[in-house]
Structures are given as structure tokens and as C-alpha cells.
């Protein structure tokens, strides 16, 4: 009497990430899709078929934004970048599937600042009748900005600079203030040379 035993089947369910792969007697998976093995039974046991699905898990994606200043260098990956853009790496994951995070590069600037700048009391200097043009000295302006981004430039817009040949009269100085984040703020001050007047005899 000769009695032919069906097979008995298991079906198993095999999660992978994207990017990896999966071998199953002997062949290399990479996509989703059933694979259909018989593996061998031990002893007299009968082989069992086996139905494996393959699920391809999608990587997690993360996008972070990172504002920098213009003189700055941001290094990402072991690659250093300096201006702005859109960068994307594969970070591992230490439980689970790696992540694609997405990184927008940029600038602080231009942004709203506040700038101050100070300029020095008028500079009065007396000179002789007939004596020409004269010397003046003069402290350059403070300035100062909340701008995120370090960095100010002061600047000589009118007049001339400290230590230069001042004619006799009233001379304008002005000068400007420029932040990193594009904002600027502007003072003056008067440079006096003044002759002294001779006494009667």
C-alpha cells in the first residue's frame, strides 16, 4: 500500500531595508516580491515548501535646516561646504534601517540687525593767522550690531581722516557703519581750525 504524504508548507515573512539584500538557498534578493523554497526534511521526515514574502522597508527620512554665517564652513559627512544648498546623506542606523536626512544650507544673512555707531565730539583746534593747513586728529567711531554674524566694517564717507590737512574753517566728517547681516548706520561731526584773532597793539 503506498500512501504519498503531501508536503507540508510554512510561509515566512522576511523584512529587509532599502539598500540590502536577502539570500535564500543560495540566490540573492534585493526586491519585494515570494520566493518559493523546499527545504529538506531530517531523517524520514518529508521536505517542507516554503513561501517566503519579501518586504522592502523604505528608509525614514529626516530634513534638518542649518543656518550658518558667510565666513563659516559646515561640515557634513566629512565634506565641508561653505556655501548654501541642499545636501543629502544616509546616516546608519544603530537599531533599524539607516536614515536620509536632507540638509538646506543657509545664511544667516542678510537679516534684520540693529547697528549703533558713535561718533567723537567736534575736534576745535586754534591756529596762528597765515598758518596753513593743519593736522587734526580725530577717534574713529565706535560702532556696534546685534547681527548674528560677527563682524563690522567703519567707514570714511566725507571729510578726511584723522591726521589729514584740515583747511581753516569748519570741515563735515561723516562716517558709516556696515554690519554682516547688510544694515548700516551713519554718524558726522564738525573739525573746526579756527586762526586766532591778534589783539590791538
Sequence with gaps: TLNVLPLPTRAETIEFCAGESVTIGGTTYTQPGTVVETLPGLGDACDTVVTYTLNVLPLPTRAETISFCPSETIV?????????GTVSLTI???????????YTLQYLTPAPSNVSIQCPEAV??????GAGPTPAFYNIPAAASDCPCPGIAVSLTEGLPSGALFLAGTTEVCYTALDSCGNSASCCFDVIIRE??????
Design 196 to 201: 586766532a584773532q591778534a589783539c590791538d597793539i
Design 92 to 102: 546608519p542606523g544603530t537599531a533599524g534601517c539607516d536614515t536620509v536626512v536632507t
Design 76 to 84: 557634513l559627512g566629512g565634506t565641508a561646504y561653505t556655501q548654501p
Design 124 to 129: 576745535n583746534i586754534g591756529i596762528d593767522p
